[in-house]
């Protein structure tokens, strides 16, 4: 069990919002890294996908999904989307005002030599209409350390008031 979390970086989307959220120069101390995201999009449908780079790296990502709407469940294999491992859907500016989908990403041994696990939570709602729950297990075969990690979204801003947390993870 993790002992300590310590906050890395942060990213706030400003007044007209930004294309990508970017931490970069992620340092080597930690053993795991945790990113808790609150995002929206200026997406003209009711949700955008959202896809993670590691190192600005744009290929040989997997991953499987499962996810539940509370009327249905289905999963799927996922792979490269759009340059980057899909991660899940984000509200978009045709859904309820002020909703914000939420992420918990947890990326274990992100400084070893082997591929790079990562695990996903993630939602999001149309207020009273429609909601989902998502589970994702990824993968990027890679052997290199993770120094920077990437959010965007196909053809969408991430609009004001969205959020990032970068948090390291010390197991003793």
């Known amino acids: 069990m993790a002992n300590t979390y310590t906050l ?9 919002g930004v294309a990508n959220i970017d931490f970069t120069s992620i340092p080597a101390t930690y053993t795991d890294l945790n990113i808790l ?9 009711i949700y955008g996908a959202i896809k993670l780079q590691f190192n600005n790296s744009t290929t040989t990502y997997s991953g499987k999904e499962i996810y539940g709407s509370g009327t ?7 792979g490269v989307t759009d340059n980057g491992l899909y991660i899940g859907d984000v509200n978009g500016n045709t859904t309820t005002a002020n909703s914000f989908s939420n992420f ?12 790079k696990s990562v695990s996903v939570d993630g939602v ?3 207020n ?37 947390y970068l948090y390291g993870i010390k197991n003793s």
């Open 8 to 16: 890395i970086a942060s990213s706030t989307a400003g007044s007209g």
């Open 72 to 78: 249905a469940a289905a999963s799927y294999t996922r």
């Open 104 to 115: 918990s990403i947890y990326i274990p041994n992100y400084t070893s030599s082997n591929y």
């Open 124 to 126: 999001e709602e149309n």
């Open 37 to 45: 995201l609150s995002a929206r999009t200026n997406d003209a449908s």
């Open 128 to 164: 009273a209409t429609e909601t989902y729950s998502r589970l994702l297990a990824g993968l990027w075969s890679s052997a290199s350390a993770i120094t920077s990690v990437k959010f965007s979204f196909t053809g969408a801003t991430i609009l004001e008031y969205s959020t990032a």
